[in-house]
């Protein structure tokens, strides 16, 4: 889905900027980067990171690029922050999710005489492609509305000015974009926006507000205002909660650990089954393992390590084959754990269920496990995401699989597999369970998910399990 950071201050903030964007990695593989604004006018830099990570790739860039404000961004689909000029005079430009009438929206710029950058592969920068949207404003903020009004998928943008930076969250807050303010005196203030808001924890920043649903704020080195308020409705991705988002982290007011430990306490309220363990998929699996672990009795244990030494940040393989084997070395079996042991083993999602079985469940029979009870923190994947870019199609999710299988091919009308209550969906979930090898399967329902994350089910995007 990728992740913005934007910071104002009254010194220097490329370090701060470095720090604040690199704790965005989790959120994209693809492209990094920086631009500051200083005395000197604008600045940015771009890297791909599909082979080295963000911190590695931007260490010596940060030191040269001095400026009081400046953006971040980590994106798998267009290389920014850009620069523009325009009848507003410069500005830079971070842009992340998805525009999925992209290709509409471009034609009608090109007919009325616009041009874009040629990207590789012939394609159209999302952040350049909001960026000629908003200069058709009569000023930044009614530009950034009329881009709100014409885009169909969703979008929060960055906007660095000379004055300071407009932040826009998406029309219906799909994804989060939160304000923070420097702790400290009147000397040393400094606003940042962030869409992850565990960002601010080790930068000297607390939270100030959660931007609503289409809100567009203006920070500068003095204030932060309001200059489009929020709309009413929102739909917020309710997969942040339970893998996307980092654990530390929380939005709109909900912090992210605590509602996996309410998904797996939920699991283990409607599960009889008898293991002598409970473990979690590390790293995004522990939060839900830990809340299973308390509401069932049952001891958490870890089966699994992560070896990181060795395997450094700026460490990134250039090939999917290489990154799965080293997935696989980078996970290490503790057989003295696992050996003869019945477990329950959460996971965040289901999504392919190939990672899951190779890395992880191979692993515990391999160890010796006696049993394997796995138990996925939401309901499952029907639907691939089409509001942020996903790697993943319909006929790759491992439920979608399932029900092929089952069918003889994709069904117009997958209802059935959708109740939880039903004989398909029995059928489909224990299709996934041969699958991944393991000796039972549960999902967490819909409903309950719901009540772990703590949102209306109105204010939640479900459109992954839903289709709607
Ligand atoms: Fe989030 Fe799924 Fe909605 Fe995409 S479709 S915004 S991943 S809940």
Redo the contacts with the bound molecule.
Sequence with gaps: ?GGLFGIVSKENCSRSLFYGTDYHSHLGTENGGLAVFGENGFFNSIHSISQAQFKSRFVDDYKKMVGHMGLGAIDDDSPQPLIIRSKFGAFAIAATGLITNKEKLTNILLANGDSFNEMEAGGINQAELAGKLICHGYDIVDGITKMQDVIEG?LCVLIMTERGIYAARDRLG??PLTLGEKIGGEEDKSFAVATEASTFNNLGYQTVKYLGPGEVVLITPDKCETVKPAGDEK?V????WIY?GYPSSSYEGIGVEGARERCGRLLARNDDVQADLVAGVPDSGVGHAIGYAIESGLPYRRPLVKYTPGYGRSYTPPSQEIRDLVATMKLSAVREIIEGRRMVVCEDSIVRGTQLKNFTINKLWSGGAREIHVRAACPPLI??????T?TRSASELAARRAIAELEGGQPDDLRAYLDNQSEKYRQMVDVVRKDINVTSLKYLNIEDMIKAIGLPEND??????QGR
């Excluded at 991705?237 to 942040?240: A, H, Q, T, V």
């Excluded at 939640?460 to 399990?465: A, G, H, P």
């Design positions: 889905m969703s799909r994804f739909k991705c309710s997969f942040l996307t639907f691939p995401c089409i509001y942020a996903s939640l995007c479900l459109y992954c399990w």
